[in-house]
């Protein structure tokens, strides 16, 4: 999707003037006094102070303007913006051409999303000072805002007119100049922000975004380094992830590595889009790189550890942390590690119990179990290996039904093949002191699956279930809840929906959302709730209902909203194609990833669009044809193969794929997908699935009165298509988006991810 840009919006309480007249028993000359005390208390930041002296003021001169327009300033900050515009408009009543009161006005009347109004309060301060920068700056901004970027970049560029070196004015037309998808002026306006104020971080996050856009990631990279030496925020350290999601050669870096730690293990973006960058870098320590050079030649014969950790044992790769950090956090998407870690967990296997495990080896084989959790014990196993494994987790267990010591090496080689609840005295592990990193291990495999069922009994079922095709994709989706993740970026937070929309898609035409009270949101076919986490801390004012045919994924979904403190989400079980009947309503509908795996996505979708309001929107995520060229393919292969579903079979088909070369088959460029069962059979054992096309999507929004918004979608796609058709700027043709997908069968490669609005009859 497009990356959001920032602007610095300029907001002050202008110049003081001096006070009206007045007749009171207290002299001019007190107020006076004590207005400047007011004033040397706001300034000070004591808004508590200065609005008890304004109030002061205030008690003698009701009529004293300043007063009550500082009020207003001191209410406004303090978070009052309804008071605030009272005050304000008192101010004005009194003296009408004060433009520092109708600027700040404005910029109360925009945090109550007034934009219109605020627009309009600018203006007249411009009116009666033309030469007054914050209202023409924050003119600019509320104008962008409400989709007239034309008239926003006239205002930024009067603004530089008058203050050339004013650095936000350069940023803030930098930001409108890439609304319009004109990239190369917007980077010229952040390189000469940066001239001005070398340090500003939003300019060096928006220069980043540009140059990511322009398919730069390097370059985007450098910038946003940059950003965050200067300062962290939450909007540099998603770029940083979307840098290293997409560049090359990151090269040995230790300032890179460490930077990747914290990213991973604070979420800065989700573990998957950096599991790529972060084997590259652990790549490049030799004696990891050797460990797995030594695995891969030996496959399909497994090597002792002294042969396959070299001299130094274990310790070769217990020392790297970006490794354990990333067998926590998500499926090693790379073939040749893989290979690694299947022949390093059969050497702790086969050493189990034979001597004390140091700390280190101990945090390495706990994480080693964790990613084989995470990944649903994707990893090829033999079947003497198998045999050994099953009966050292029945020496566990009887160790543990008496009372006999049990070693930790023989806890976390069980935990590396099989779930810890699949052990017959399980309860019995958590009575036990551990050493330090099993208790992560413990919670990971017993306590969380333990709340997950919890959970799924008290979920409440909305329709019921009978339709046959709901029916096998509920049972695939029970067996193996899709994805199973464990960390999520908390995602940033909108005004409303409109507002994220026009952030979204500045030059896109849609009409205001309708006035409503608390937005409702339906997000169908939510599975492990990806999807409604990230919309309720988006809009964490609307109230979130999330359905799903499994309640299995619907528990792992509510113990991660659960995990993250979101009460406005209510989870339950339901049928999409059974909602119709349902009397609720909703302004906004989320479907990504559910329709295309009905018999019939045409009547899932018109089911959905009962449901919301006129004027409401929704975001759909449906299969493209032609991206999901290659997975049709492999799918054929493996029906033709005759490979079932099971867990076992699943793992032989991916081994037997990863051995192949060619023909679009090998494993070292396969989605992410391929590294976990459930990631797997969604993607080739999916019991139901229809892909579609751009022109049959464009013909059901003209039947149904839907506008097409636009795409989220990576943007450096949008700079190549706005490149390719310079004539559609807001890049909502969809034939034309058509043709460039058929120029780019890759385009698409995850899904047509867009939003449309139901027209208002």
């Known amino acids: 999707m497009p990356s959001p840009m920032n602007r610095r919006q300029r907001i002050g309480g202008g110049k003081h003037l001096s006070p009206q007249p007045v007749s009171s028993p207290m002299s001019a000359s007190n107020i006076e006094r004590i207005f400047a005390a007011a004033v040397r208390h706001h300034q000070a930041g004591r808004l508590v102070e200065a609005e008890r002296h304004y109030r002061q003021v205030l008690a003698v001169a009701p009529r004293h303007a300043d007063s009550l327009h500082l009020l207003g300033v001191a209410?406004?900050?303090?978070?009052?913006?309804?008071?605030?515009?009272?005050?304000?408009?008192?101010?004005?009543?009194?003296?009408?051409?004060?433009?520092?009161?109708?600027?700040?006005?404005?910029?109360?009347?925009?945090?109550?999303?007034?934009?219109?109004?605020?627009?309009?309060?600018?203006?007249?301060?411009?009116?009666?000072?033309?030469?007054?920068?914050?209202?023409?700056?924050?003119?600019?901004?509320?104008?962008?805002?409400?989709?007239?970027?034309?008239?926003?970049?006239?205002?930024?560029?009067?603004?530089?007119?008058?203050?050339?070196?004013?650095?936000?004015?350069?940023?803030?037309?930098?930001?409108?100049?890439?609304?319009?998808?004109?990239?190369?002026?917007?980077?010229?306006?952040?390189?000469?922000?940066?001239?001005?104020?070398?340090?500003?971080?939003?300019?060096?996050?928006?220069?980043?975004?540009?140059?990511?856009a322009r398919g730069e990631p390097a370059a985007a990279l450098h910038a946003v380094r940059r950003s965050l030496r200067t300062r962290e925020s939450d909007d540099a350290k998603a770029l940083l992830v979307a840098c290293l999601s997409r560049v090359r050669d990151v090269g040995a870096d230790g300032g890179l590595r460490f930077l990747m730690m914290r990213a991973l293990s604070e979420a800065w973006g989700r573990p998957d889009q950096l599991a790529r960058v972060c084997i590259s870098l652990i790549s490049l320590d030799p004696e990891i790189a050797g460990c797995v050079r030594r695995a891969v030649q030996a496959r399909p014969q497994p090597l002792p550890g002294k042969v396959l950790f070299g001299d130094r044992g274990l310790a070769a790769v217990t020392a790297d942390q970006l490794l354990i950090a990333l067998l926590d956090a998500a499926p090693v998407v790379d073939v040749d590690m893989e290979r690694f870690l299947t022949m390093a967990r059969r050497v702790l296997l086969d050493v189990a119990g034979d001597a004390a495990p140091t700390p280190e080896g101990i945090a390495f084989h706990s994480a080693l179990a964790r990613q084989c959790f995470i990944n649903e014990y994707v990893f090829a196993v033999s079947e003497d290996e198998l045999r050994a494994a099953e009966a050292l987790r029945e020496s566990l267990s009887a160790a543990l039904d008496t009372g006999e010591p049990v070693p930790a090496s023989w806890l976390l080689a069980v935990a590396t093949y099989f779930p810890l609840q699949t052990v017959k005295q399980w309860p019995r592990l958590l009575e036990r002191p551990w050493p330090d990193h099993i208790g992560s291990l413990l919670t990971q495999q017993l306590h969380e699956p333990a709340e997950e069922r919890r959970l799924a009994a008290a979920l409440r079922r909305l329709t019921e279930i009978d339709d046959r095709v709901s029916l096998a994709v509920q049972s695939q989706y029970e067996e193996n809840p899709y994805p199973r993740w464990v960390k999520l970026p908390c995602a940033k937070e909108a005004d409303c929906i409109e507002s994220y929309l026009r952030q979204t898609f500045p030059m896109a035409a849609f009409a205001p959302a309708p006035a409503a009270g608390r937005t409702e949101i339906l997000v169908a076919g939510c599975g492990t709730g990806q999807h409604p986490i990230r919309t309720a801390q988006q809009?964490?004012?609307?109230?979130?209902?999330?359905?799903?045919?499994?309640?299995?994924?619907?528990?792992?979904?509510?113990?991660?909203?659960?995990?993250?403190?979101?009460?406005?989400?209510?989870?339950?079980?339901?049928?999409?194609?059974?909602?119709?009947?349902?009397?609720?309503?909703?302004?906004?509908?989320?479907?990504?990833?559910?329709?295309?795996?009905?018999?019939?996505?045409?009547?899932?979708?018109?089911?959905?669009?009962?449901?919301?309001?006129?004027?409401?929107?929704?975001?759909?995520?449906?299969?493209?044809?032609?991206?999901?060229?290659?997975?049709?393919?492999?799918?054929?292969?493996?029906?033709?193969?005759?490979?079932?579903?099971?867990?076992?079979?699943?793992?032989?088909?991916?081994?037997?794929?990863?051995?192949?070369?060619?023909?679009?088959?090998?494993?070292?460029?396969?989605?992410?997908?391929?590294?976990?069962?459930?990631?797997?059979?969604?993607?080739?054992?999916?019991?139901?699935?229809k892909c579609l096309t751009l022109a049959e999507i464009e013909l059901f929004l003209r039947e149904n009165n839907l506008t097409f918004i636009g795409f989220e979608i990576a943007s450096d796609v949008l700079h190549a298509y706005r490149s390719r058709f310079p004539d559609d700027r807001a890049a909502t043709d969809l034939a034309r988006w058509q043709a460039f997908e058929d120029e780019n069968p890759d385009t698409f490669a995850g899904m047509y991810q867009f939003w449309t609005q139901k027209r208002a009859r």
């Open 75 to 212: 209410t406004f900050q303090a978070g009052r913006s309804d008071l605030a515009i009272e005050l304000i408009d008192q101010a004005l009543a009194v003296q009408p051409d004060y433009p520092e009161a109708l600027c700040n006005l404005g910029n109360a009347l925009i945090n109550l999303s007034r934009l219109e109004a605020a627009a309009a309060s600018y203006r007249k301060a411009l009116d009666l000072a033309p030469t007054y920068l914050e209202p023409l700056v924050n003119l600019g901004n509320v104008l962008e805002s409400l989709g007239r970027p034309d008239e926003a970049i006239d205002c930024y560029r009067r603004t530089i007119a008058l203050q050339p070196n004013l650095s936000e004015a350069h940023n803030n037309l930098g930001v409108a100049l890439y609304g319009q998808g004109r990239v190369d002026e917007a980077i010229a306006s952040y390189e000469r922000t940066l001239e001005i104020d070398p340090n500003f971080a939003m300019a060096l996050n928006n220069l980043a975004a540009a140059q990511l």
């Open 539 to 689: 809009f964490n004012k609307a109230r979130v209902l999330a359905v799903d045919l499994s309640r299995n994924s619907l528990a792992y979904a509510a113990r991660k909203a659960r995990e993250l403190g979101l009460s406005s989400i209510e989870f339950a079980q339901a049928d999409l194609l059974k909602l119709g009947a349902f009397d609720r309503r909703f302004d906004v509908i989320e479907a990504s990833g559910v329709l295309h795996h009905l018999e019939d996505p045409w009547t899932g979708w018109r089911t959905l669009l009962s449901l919301l309001k006129p004027g409401g929107f929704m975001l759909l995520g449906l299969y493209s044809v032609s991206a999901r060229r290659n997975v049709a393919r492999l799918r054929e292969f493996v029906a033709g193969r005759g490979y079932g579903s099971t867990a076992g079979e699943i793992r032989r088909c991916r081994q037997e794929l990863m051995d192949m070369d060619g023909g679009g088959r090998s494993a070292h460029s396969a989605p992410s997908d391929m590294f976990s069962i459930s990631g797997c059979r969604d993607l080739l054992f999916h019991v139901q699935e």
